[in-house]
C-alpha cells in the first residue's frame, strides 16, 4: 500500500509532466489511506503547489541546475522542504529521511539528503522578491499592480496562499456540527457558516458559494463567469503554474460571449466573475453597449463586504468579502 508521501509525488509528478491533476485517481489513492493520512498527503500536494515557486527559489541555492534532475527527484526535494519550512508538526528529521526514502535511485538519495540536510541545517532565506515571498508568477504581480481596483496587492498575494475555508447551510444543524467534530463560526456576511475543520459526515449538509448564496438576495438572475479563476487561486494552487498572459485573453473572449447571450433573455441582471482580471471584468462588460450599470454599493455596505466600483462593477477584496470576486447588476437601458 502507497504511503501519504508516495502518493503525493505521484501525483506532483504527473502534474508535472502533463499540466494538470488527475482528480480520479487521486481519489482513489487516497481512499487505501487513513483520515489523518488523507488529510496529510492533501496538505503536502495543495501545499507543495501552492509554495512551489518560493520552495524552488530555495532549491536553486544549493542546486545550480535543479530543473535538470528527474521529475520525480526534484518534487521529493519539494515535499522535504515543503515540509521543513512550513510543517511544524513534522519534525525536521523526518522531513529529510522521508523525502529521502520516496528516491529509488541511489546516486539521487544522496543527493536528496545533503541538499535537504543543509536547508534543516542552514536555514532558508527571508529576503526574497515580493512574487517570490508569497510564491506567485512575476507577471501575475506585476499584472495586478496596476488594476487599480484591487485595494492591496500584497494582501491578495497573501489571500491566494492561505487555504480557502467552506461555508455550508448549516441552519437547525450547529448542534450535529459541534458533535461530528467541526470547527466553524457564523458568517460575518450571511447566514451562512464558516468551516474551518471539517469532522465526521453529515447527510444533507450543503456546501455554498457564499457570494453567488448572497447575490440571489437580489432577486435578478446571476449568471456566473469562471473563466481564468484568477479569484480561486487559494483552493486551485495549481493555477499558480497553468495560468499565463494570454490565457487571460481567452477568458475574456469567453467572458463576452457569454454576456452577449445571456443579454440577449435578460433585461435586468448580475455578473458574478469569479476573475481579478481586467479583461474579464470592466472590459467584457464594455460589449453590451446596450446596458447601463446599476451601484450596489448600499447592498454591499449592509453586509460588511468591501466593494471598489470601478464605473462598471465591483472588485470585492480580499479578507473584506466572502470571496474575492467581480459582480456587476447590469439594466437595459431604456
Not at 520552495?55 to 536553486?60: G, P, T
Not at 535538470?68 to 523526518?94: C, S, W
Not at 441552519?171 to 450535529?176: L, V
Not at 460588511?304 to 437601458?333: S, T
Request: net charge neutral.
Amino acid at each position: 500500500m502507497q504511503g501519504a508521501r508516495s502518493i503525493a509525488l505521484q501525483t506532483l509528478s504527473f502534474f508535472d509532466t502533463n499540466g494538470y491533476i488527475s482528480f480520479k485517481k487521486v481519489e482513489m489513492a487516497l481512499s487505501t489511506l487513513s483520515s489523518s493520512d488523507r488529510s496529510f498527503c492533501v496538505n503536502l500536494i495543495y501545499g507543495v503547489l501552492r509554495k512551489r515557486i518560493r520552495i524552488d527559489y530555495e532549491l536553486s541555492r544549493f542546486l545550480r541546475k535543479p530543473n535538470k534532475l528527474p521529475v520525480a527527484v526534484r518534487n521529493a526535494l519539494r515535499i522535504g522542504i515543503f515540509q521543513i519550512m512550513f510543517l511544524d508538526t513534522v519534525p525536521e528529521y523526518a522531513a529529510v529521511n522521508s523525502s529521502v526514502n520516496l528516491v529509488g535511485v541511489r546516486e539521487f538519495r544522496g543527493l536528496v539528503n545533503a541538499v535537504l540536510r543543509k536547508i534543516s541545517d542552514t536555514g532558508y532565506s527571508n529576503n526574497q522578491p515580493l512574487n517570490v515571498f508569497y510564491s506567485h508568477p512575476e507577471w501575475l504581480v506585476e499584472y495586478w499592480r496596476e488594476v487599480e481596483w484591487i485595494d492591496d496587492v500584497e494582501e491578495l498575494l497573501e489571500y491566494n496562499q492561505t487555504p480557502p475555508t467552506q461555508t455550508v447551510l448549516a441552519s437547525g444543524k450547529e448542534d450535529e456540527l459541534i458533535e461530528k467534530g467541526f470547527i466553524f463560526d457564523k458568517s460575518e456576511y450571511s447566514e451562512l457558516c464558516t468551516v474551518f475543520q471539517k469532522g465526521s459526515s453529515i447527510e444533507n449538509l450543503e456546501t455554498l458559494d457564499e457570494v453567488e448564496y448572497i447575490l440571489t438576495e437580489v432577486g435578478v438572475p446571476v449568471v456566473k463567469h469562471s473563466g481564468s479563476l484568477t479569484g480561486r487561486i487559494n483552493a486551485m494552487p495549481w493555477l499558480l503554474h497553468t495560468l499565463t498572459r494570454d490565457s487571460l485573453d481567452i477568458a475574456s473572449h469567453k467572458a463576452k460571449t457569454l454576456l452577449k447571450s445571456f443579454s440577449k433573455e435578460h433585461n435586468d441582471f448580475i455578473y458574478y466573475s469569479q476573475a481579478i482580471t481586467r479583461e474579464e471584468n470592466d472590459m467584457a462588460i464594455g460589449v453590451l453597449g446596450e446596458f447601463e450599470s446599476s451601484k450596489m454599493g448600499h447592498f454591499f455596505s449592509e453586509r460588511n463586504i468591501v466593494a471598489r466600483f470601478d464605473g462598471r462593477g465591483y472588485w470585492l477584496q480580499p479578507w473584506k468579502a466572502p470571496l474575492v470576486c467581480y459582480v456587476a447588476r447590469l439594466r437595459r437601458k431604456k
